[in-house]
């Protein structure tokens, strides 16, 4: 057995129907716990993003700067190429899955955040530290658990964060427009290595500006196409709802899916696009100067709903009101034709320069959620080799079969969720009353 079977087998393990239920699960139990405060919250924390909130007490950035750093390791190739996979395999039922684990994602990522700046600490440095490895170790007692998180925290940068975004990038630049493979890697490995090296604060700046530009782009080249194809619209949601129940048949290039894999994937992919339960946003939100966790719990909730019930469904929409879902493709070569059939000669460029923009904002956020990880478990002498072995993994992962690569992200972030949705599940009473508390004052 050589190692992509020995990953793909673990990925099936990980991935299984047990990991589904405790991440939904989780979600659904904070939402009942917090009184479904992604419903009842929600224009509340949009106004605080659009209001953009002072900076109030410690911290290393603004706290919008925070959500735009965990907006730019979100906002990636799982928006573009993550959707698109999941509809390959899952069919178009499995963007309905997504839908129901972002909306009880919303509820995990509000208590992420809320326990990350709780439980957070103020490194030699001056820099602040924060995140499930603390929350788990300081608030749930569980120091083994925390370092155990850090450790899968780490290794996972190198998947999620690096080598699927610069795979995914090389590929659509090779195949679309003949760039060798070597230089998008090493082009992508010096222009994240260039930003990192200035740390959160750094981070924070660059993100500011690139988040909210790269996300309008994107957003305005679907609805252009959404606009021109507005009879299918109906249709589309159709199969989403439809299929999310019921097997879809093999038609055109589409091999078919079962429910099962509709739910399967419309997870996974969800979960890989929002991160909500993963525990690596939390990492950004830590970083906020701020003096209270729930208005940054309310500020990181609607990083969920900007990536995935905004960005996701607008991918999705376009690639089944183009009909191109029945292609065969898969990966970010189906959003390419998608939006090549929607806006012929222009929507190609689009989902090219939104790739490699989403792509090098998904590694720079990672990167910082990775260093900080093995930060905590090797101390801040770590940080410099770790920025270096990052950029290497970058240039490395243009090489990679997509299909490893894949499935060795899910497998890590699966990993990664498993000690953090327990510490969420341990101290949903300590994120209850926090909230209650901060909510009444």
Same mark, same amino acid.
């Given at each position: 057995?050589?190692?992509?079977?020995?990953?793909?087998?673990?990925?099936?393990?990980?991935?299984?129907?047990?990991?589904?239920?405790?991440?939904?699960?989780?979600?659904?139990?904070?939402?009942?716990?917090?009184?479904?405060?992604?419903?009842?919250?929600?224009?509340?924390?949009?106004?605080?993003?659009?209001?953009?909130?002072?900076?109030?007490?410690?911290?290393?950035?603004?706290?919008?700067?925070?959500?735009?750093?965990?907006?730019?390791?979100?906002?990636?190739?799982?928006?573009?190429?993550?959707?698109?996979?999941?509809?390959?395999?899952?069919?178009?039922?499995?963007?309905?899955?997504?839908?129901?684990?972002?909306?009880?994602?919303?509820?995990?990522?509000?208590?992420?955040?809320?326990?990350?700046?709780?439980?957070?600490?103020?490194?030699?440095?001056?820099?602040?530290?924060?995140?499930?490895?603390?929350?788990?170790?300081?608030?749930?007692?569980?120091?083994?658990? #925390?370092?155990?998180? =850090?450790?899968?925290?780490?290794?996972?940068? *190198? &998947? @999620?964060?690096?080598? %699927?975004? $610069? !795979?995914?990038?090389?590929?659509?630049?090779?195949?679309?427009?003949?760039?060798?493979?070597?230089?998008?890697?090493?082009?992508?490995?010096?222009?994240?290595?260039?930003?990192?090296?200035?740390?959160?604060?750094?981070?924070?700046?660059?993100?500011?500006?690139?988040?909210?530009?790269?996300?309008?782009?994107?957003?305005?080249?679907?609805?252009?196409?959404?606009?021109?194809?507005?009879?299918?619209?109906?249709?589309?949601?159709?199969?989403?709802?439809?299929?999310?129940?019921?097997?879809?048949?093999?038609?055109? #290039?589409?091999?078919? =899916?079962?429910?099962?894999?509709?739910?399967? *994937? &419309? @997870?996974?992919?969800? %979960?890989? $696009? !929002?991160?909500?339960?993963?525990?690596?946003?939390?990492?950004?939100?830590?970083?906020?100067?701020?003096?209270?966790?729930?208005?940054?719990?309310?500020?990181?909730?609607?990083?969920?709903?900007?990536?995935?019930?905004?960005?996701?469904?607008?991918?999705?929409?376009?690639?089944?009101?183009?009909?191109?879902?029945?292609?065969?493709?898969?990966?970010?070569?189906?959003?390419?034709?998608?939006?090549?059939?929607?806006?012929?000669?222009?929507?190609?460029?689009?989902?090219?320069?939104?790739?490699?923009?989403?792509?090098?904002?998904?590694?720079?956020?990672?990167?910082?959620?990775?260093?900080?990880?093995?930060?905590?478990?090797?101390?801040?002498?770590?940080?410099?080799?770790?920025?270096?072995?990052?950029?290497?993994?970058?240039?490395?992962?243009?090489?990679?079969?997509?299909?490893?690569?894949?499935?060795?992200?899910?497998?890590?972030?699966?990993?990664?969720?498993?000690?953090?949705?327990?510490?969420?599940?341990?101290?949903?009473?300590?994120?209850?009353?926090?909230?209650?508390?901060?909510?009444?004052?």
């Amino acid at each position: 057995m050589d190692i992509n079977q020995i990953v793909s087998v673990a990925n099936s393990f990980v991935w299984g129907p047990y990991m589904l239920i405790l991440l939904v699960g989780t979600g659904i139990y904070l939402t009942l716990r917090l009184k479904f405060i992604q419903f009842t919250k929600l224009p509340k924390a949009l106004k605080l993003v659009i209001s953009r909130p002072e900076a109030q007490g410690q911290g290393d950035i603004p706290p919008l700067q925070a959500l735009t750093t965990a907006l730019s390791a979100t906002i990636g190739t799982g928006n573009i190429a993550g959707v698109a996979t999941a509809i390959y395999l899952g069919g178009p039922g499995a963007i309905f899955w997504m839908w129901v684990c972002a909306v009880f994602g919303m509820a995990t990522k509000f208590s992420e955040a809320v326990l990350a700046v709780k439980y957070r600490r103020v490194l030699p440095d001056g820099t602040m530290q924060g995140g499930p490895m603390l929350y788990i170790s300081n608030g749930l007692g569980q120091k083994w658990l #925390g370092w155990l998180f =850090a450790l899968m925290g780490s290794v996972a940068a *190198f &998947g @999620i964060g690096s080598m %699927v975004q $610069s !795979n995914s990038v090389a590929m659509v630049l090779n195949e679309h427009w003949s760039v060798p493979l070597p230089a998008t890697g090493i082009i992508l490995a010096i222009m994240t290595g260039i930003v990192i090296i200035g740390g959160i604060k750094r981070i924070g700046k660059v993100t500011e500006k690139l988040v909210p530009f790269m996300g309008v782009f994107y957003v305005l080249g679907a609805l252009t196409i959404l606009f021109l194809h507005f009879e299918k619209i109906p249709e589309a949601l159709k199969l989403i709802f439809s299929y999310a129940f019921t097997p879809v048949a093999a038609t055109g #290039g589409f091999a078919g =899916a079962t429910v099962a894999q509709a739910i399967r *994937f &419309g @997870i996974a992919r969800g %979960v890989f $696009s !929002n991160e909500s339960g993963l525990g690596s946003a939390p990492i950004a939100h830590a970083a906020a100067r701020t003096n209270d966790p729930v208005r940054q719990g309310l500020i990181a909730m609607t990083g969920v709903f900007f990536d995935t019930i905004i960005i996701c469904s607008l991918t999705a929409l376009v690639i089944l009101t183009t009909g191109a879902w029945t292609s065969g493709l898969t990966s970010s070569a189906l959003t390419y034709k998608a939006f090549e059939i929607g806006l012929s000669g222009v929507g190609g460029y689009i989902v090219s320069i939104c790739l490699a923009i989403f792509a090098y904002s998904t590694m720079i956020g990672w990167a910082y959620y990775g260093e900080e990880c093995v930060e905590y478990i090797l101390g801040i002498r770590a940080r410099t080799p770790y920025r270096y072995l990052f950029c290497l993994a970058i240039a490395l992962g243009a090489f990679m079969k997509i299909d490893f690569v894949w499935n060795f992200s899910d497998t890590m972030n699966g990993a990664m969720a498993i000690p953090n949705l327990i510490g969420l599940l341990g101290l949903s009473g300590i994120i209850v009353k926090e909230t209650q508390e901060r909510l009444k004052s």
